[in-house]
Each structure stands twice: as C-alpha cells, then as structure tokens.
C-alpha cells in the first residue's frame, strides 16, 4: 500500500485575518469609519465567540454562507502504517463544517 501527500500548490493564493480586514477596509472605506486594526479586532472577536460557541456545543449557522456544528464521532479502529499494529481511536467530539446549496454552487459556477 502506498500512501500520498496532497500537494498544494505554492500558487495557490491564501486570505488570512490581515488579508481580509484590508479588503473589507477597502471596500467599505467610505460606510465605515473604522480603521484595519479596528476590523482585524472585530474579525478576532467574532472568531473568538465563533469557537467558545463550538465549544458550548451550539451550532453556528451564517445563511446562504456555511453552518458549523459538533458531534460525537464514534470509536473507530485503525492501523500503524509503518508497524501494522492496529489501534482504537476513542469516540471525540468533532467540528462538521457545512456549505450551503446556493455558495456551492456559486464556487462550482466560478461566480
């Protein structure tokens, strides 16, 4: 059995918190009076109460965008690749991230 690595590509342009507050500056410059630190402090807080929700177990719904919501995945077996000795991975609460229909079908469309 061989085992692959997935390549991502170099090229492949990344949005980070940063990259994200200077877009959101830049095109709400004139609705706006904040500045790129304000909406990076924003953006932090709003991923801070995005994470204590999850972990409260509540489920966190942006419509039209994506919902992320936890659940109990079940104990599972599994095998050491290298040692052929095989393990149980115990049964842990888990994050599923959901997509909604109509961005998903804008992202296959390219729109």
């Given at each position: 059995m061989v085992t692959t690595k997935k390549v991502v590509s170099s090229t492949t342009p990344i949005l980070g918190k940063a990259k994200l507050a200077e877009r959101i500056h830049n095109s709400n410059s004139k609705k706006l009076s904040l500045?790129?630190?304000q909406i990076e402090i924003v953006i932090n807080e709003a991923l801070e109460e995005m994470k204590k929700a999850l972990i409260k177990k509540e489920e966190i719904r942006f419509p039209n965008y994506?919902?992320?919501?936890?659940f109990m995945a079940k104990?599972?077996?599994?095998?050491?690749?290298?040692?052929?000795?095989?393990?149980?991975?115990?049964?842990?609460?888990?994050?599923?991230?959901?997509?909604s229909l109509d961005l998903k079908q804008r992202v296959?469309?390219?729109k």
């Amino acid at each position: 059995m061989v085992t692959t690595k997935k390549v991502v590509s170099s090229t492949t342009p990344i949005l980070g918190k940063a990259k994200l507050a200077e877009r959101i500056h830049n095109s709400n410059s004139k609705k706006l009076s904040l500045t790129k630190a304000q909406i990076e402090i924003v953006i932090n807080e709003a991923l801070e109460e995005m994470k204590k929700a999850l972990i409260k177990k509540e489920e966190i719904r942006f419509p039209n965008y994506f919902s992320l919501k936890t659940f109990m995945a079940k104990p599972r077996m599994a095998m050491n690749l290298k040692t052929k000795k095989k393990m149980m991975i115990p049964a842990k609460r888990r994050v599923k991230f959901s997509i909604s229909l109509d961005l998903k079908q804008r992202v296959a469309d390219g729109k």
